[in-house]
């Protein structure tokens, strides 16, 4: 598994910059979509998240026009209990995918955009190091 130690570009959720191009989301998306094939065939339930927001604004016109665009999509995956262990996107620069476990205080990883399956290694780790913790907590 190639990873390195932490990304600088920030995930899609919580960033006004977080916003990408029609096609740029669709290039993501089918990227986010063969991790999510190569989860499932892991056992690992994941959702992909495709968000579109609507800007309204009036301009003095009598009807709101809304201008619409695509934020970063995002592979959301989920461990046995159904609680999210990671989130995945792709880096808009690099085209690295950017894994970010659910734990606190866990950092982002960074893998290779030719490497899918390492994102699945880095995804299981974080479902077992959740799973650890939760039984440490009881």
């Not at 808009?92 to 970010?100: A, D, E, I, K």
Request: proline letters at 6%.
């Amino acid at each position: 598994m190639t990873t390195s130690e932490t990304a600088g570009e920030p995930l899609a959720e919580g960033y006004e910059n977080d916003e990408v191009t029609d096609a740029t989301a669709e290039k993501h998306g089918r990227s986010l979509a063969l991790v999510q094939r190569l989860l499932k065939a892991r056992g690992v339930r994941a959702k992909p998240v495709h968000t579109v927001v609507l800007r309204l604004s009036r301009d003095g016109r009598p009807l709101p026009i809304a201008e619409r665009r695509r934020r970063v999509p995002e592979l959301v995956a989920y461990d046995g209990g159904g609680r999210m262990a990671a989130s995945v996107t792709v880096g808009r620069r690099s085209g690295c995918y950017l894994v970010h476990p659910s734990s606190a205080g866990a950092e982002i990883r960074t893998v290779k955009p030719d490497r899918p399956h390492a994102v699945v290694d880095v995804v299981l780790a974080a479902i077992e190091e959740g799973g650890q913790g939760r039984r440490q907590c009881r």
